[in-house]
């Protein structure tokens, strides 16, 4: 039974792999300050092989000997996305980044680090040039530089592996709304309009269940992927945010979407991706868009404001 620190499992990510790992067989420990009040880990409480600690990553003496005490780390905590991180950039470089760098500098050279990072590091692409593991990185954000800031350091060690998400949909217990399909999604439920700029904007996605089982295949696989990275995508979700405005619209036909000529995007990034490299290893997501938009489209009869975002 591997021993496995989580930072920041209590978020969007974490408190779908916590239980996961549980049900695994994994004694798992999380550490999370619960900034968003989330009760998101509720359920997990019952396993024996669990441990939650309240505190915050920044927290270095308790993380040093935290470190101490496990066989694999899982840095998720961060915080995510463009608008949070500019309205605090001191905080996202100190969680992001710095954070990272005091767990690097304390594991052990035997001890994995599985890390997510976000595949937006790639910026503005090139038009109808995939973006694999080798194309340059022109982080635009402060998000963006932190997280690559953060691969940068783990993977100056053979024993990590880097997953660049795209950009994550679908239902969580700590959710969010906030994110781009989530977003649309839940704007065609409520209001059944929405306005969009920039619509020629190009994104991938993946859906947090198979984020979760991308986790699973790199703990299983660990020997073979180490000591790199690896986009993590739906080869068949490259789409603009007209184009899944319209994916959406085949779900919800009263669903109105209008592209505006003015206006920005507050996270200007651009491109498509390649995901070969991790399909190659054996791994296949099961979760389309179209599956995670109906999944939405249910789980938003259950939730109806906007707390579960980050900003």
């Given at each position: 039974?591997?021993?496995?620190?989580?930072?920041?499992?209590?978020?969007?990510?974490g408190s779908?792999?916590?239980?996961?790992?549980?049900?695994?067989?994994?004694?798992?420990t999380?550490?999370?300050?619960f900034i968003?009040?989330?009760?998101?880990?509720?359920d997990?409480c019952l396993?024996?092989?669990f441990?939650?600690?309240n505190?915050?990553?920044?927290d270095?003496?308790?993380?040093?000997?935290?470190?101490?005490?496990h066989?694999v780390?899982?840095p998720l905590?961060?915080l995510?996305?463009?608008?949070?991180?500019?309205?605090?950039?001191?905080?996202?470089w100190?969680?992001?980044?710095?954070a990272?760098?005091?767990?690097t500098k304390?594991?052990?050279?035997?001890?994995?680090?599985?890390?997510?990072?976000?595949?937006?590091?790639?910026?503005?692409?090139?038009?109808?040039?995939?973006?694999?593991e080798?194309?340059p990185?022109?982080p635009?954000?402060?998000?963006?530089?932190s997280?690559?800031?953060?691969e940068k350091?783990?993977?100056?060690r053979?024993?990590?592996?880097?997953?660049?998400?795209?950009?994550?949909?679908g239902m969580?217990?700590?959710?969010?709304?906030d994110?781009?399909v989530?977003?649309?999604?839940?704007?065609?439920?409520?209001?059944?309009?929405?306005?969009?700029f920039?619509?020629?904007?190009?994104?991938?996605?993946?859906?947090?269940?198979?984020?979760?089982?991308?986790?699973l295949?790199?703990?299983?696989?660990f020997?073979?992927?180490?000591?790199?990275?690896?986009?993590?995508?739906l080869n068949?979700?490259?789409?603009?945010?007209l184009?899944?405005?319209e994916?959406?619209k085949q779900?919800?036909?009263d669903?109105?979407y209008?592209?505006a000529?003015?206006?920005?995007d507050p996270?200007?990034?651009?491109?498509?991706?390649?995901n070969?490299?991790?399909?190659k290893?054996?791994?296949?997501?099961?979760?389309?868009?179209?599956?995670?938009?109906?999944?939405?489209?249910?789980?938003?009869?259950?939730i109806?404001?906007?707390?579960?975002?980050?900003?």
């Open positions: 039974m591997k021993k496995i620190l989580i930072t920041g499992g209590g978020g969007y990510i779908v792999l916590t239980p996961r790992l549980l049900h695994e067989g994994y004694q798992v999380v550490l999370d300050n968003f009040k989330q009760n998101s880990l509720a997990c396993f024996d092989n441990q939650i600690i505190a915050d990553v920044r270095e003496i308790l993380v040093k000997n935290l470190i101490s005490k066989d780390i899982i905590a961060a995510v996305g463009a608008p949070i991180c500019n309205k605090d950039p001191q905080a996202a100190a969680v992001n980044a710095h990272v760098e005091f767990i304390h594991a052990s050279a035997s001890q994995w680090i599985l890390m997510p990072v976000t595949n937006s590091g790639y910026g503005v692409g090139e038009k109808d040039k995939f973006c694999d080798n194309s990185l022109k635009i954000s402060v998000y963006g530089k997280k690559v800031a953060a350091l783990i993977l100056q053979e024993n990590s592996i880097s997953f660049r998400l795209a950009t994550a949909f969580s217990p700590r959710m969010r709304t994110l781009l989530n977003d649309f999604v839940y704007r065609a439920v409520n209001d059944k309009a929405l306005v969009i920039e619509g020629h904007f190009k994104r991938n996605f993946i859906h947090v269940q198979d984020i979760v089982k991308v986790f295949h790199g703990l299983n696989n020997s073979t992927m180490r000591g790199t990275m690896y986009n993590v995508g068949d979700a490259n789409l603009s945010k184009e899944l405005a994916k959406i779900e919800l036909p669903f109105y209008t592209e000529s003015i206006g920005e996270d200007k990034r651009d491109y498509i991706v390649s070969d490299k991790i399909i290893t054996g791994f296949n997501p099961e979760w389309p868009l179209t599956r995670g938009i109906k999944e939405l489209i249910k789980g938003y009869a259950i109806s404001n906007s707390r579960y975002t980050n900003i």
